[in-house]
């Protein structure tokens, strides 16, 4: 239960002069397990002794809440579900308990988008396309960065973000058409916020998100090549060198 608080005109939270109580159902799904051995002192009889194993209820695995409490109000409409893991979401459980379809886990979202974006762009799917293609994610979520609500990416989304990104326009009006890119995800499940990697047999090059501009490929004596520019200060596992 939750006594909201109301709002003066001026949008100035009045702890005193509520307008309705909020009565949700909050159910969590925990694992019990028994404590481990031990020894313990019993005071009372001044031994040492094997403590009594207790029942200990975990964190929670799984978990909702019922009904929603969307935008100071309750929302019968809708329903919070926890999952302690962004990759194992029960999905028995949405379909039985909640009665819905369960959304695609965190992981199951990053793995479509990728799927879908190589299937459809793969003759241009090169460094550069990638490059820009992050660099233009990451523009559009530090633009909703102020906004509380997470930024979902639906389809007229990429299809603005990929056409902005170097491919060609036969590339992107195939993305228009494909039954498979009508998908909707959240850009911090499809892109790295904090680093950018690119990976080649043997050789992985991180950087900042800040820095993707920097590197470039390019072909030298006929061999493909990432360049990454040097600056003043360079180490060498851990150790300052001279470029």
Not at 51 to 61: K, N, S, T
Not at 62 to 87: C, E, M, Q, V, W
């Amino acid at each position: 239960m939750y006594d909201i608080p109301g709002k003066s005109s001026d949008k100035i939270s009045m702890e005193d002069a509520s307008n309705e109580v909020y009565h949700g159902l909050l159910c969590s799904i925990c694992p019990v397990t028994l404590s481990k051995p031990a020894l313990s002192y019993f005071a009372n009889e001044g031994v040492i002794a094997n403590r009594i194993r207790d029942w200990i209820v975990g964190m929670p695995m799984h978990g909702f809440l019922f009904p929603a409490f969307t935008d100071r109000t309750t929302d019968i409409h809708a329903a919070l579900y926890f999952s302690k893991k962004n990759d194992a979401l029960n999905e028995s459980f949405i379909n039985e308990i909640i009665g819905v379809n369960p959304p695609m886990s965190s992981v199951m979202q990053k793995e479509t988008f990728e799927a879908v974006l190589y299937d459809v762009l793969r003759d241009e799917l090169t460094m550069p396309v990638m490059s820009a293609l992050s660099s233009n994610m990451l523009d559009l979520i530090a633009e909703n960065s102020q906004n509380p609500e997470p930024l979902v990416l639906t389809k007229n989304d990429m299809v603005k973000l990929i056409s902005k990104s170097g491919v060609s326009d036969e590339a992107v009006e195939s993305y228009e058409k494909s039954a498979d890119a009508d998908i909707e995800v959240l850009a911090d499940n499809v892109v790295d916020t904090k680093k950018f990697e690119v990976k080649t047999p043997g050789i992985t090059v991180k950087t900042d998100t800040d820095s993707i501009e920097k590197l470039e490929t390019r072909v030298i004596d006929g061999f493909k090549y990432l360049l990454v520019p040097i600056e003043d200060d360079v180490e060498v596992n851990g150790m300052p060198v001279k470029a």
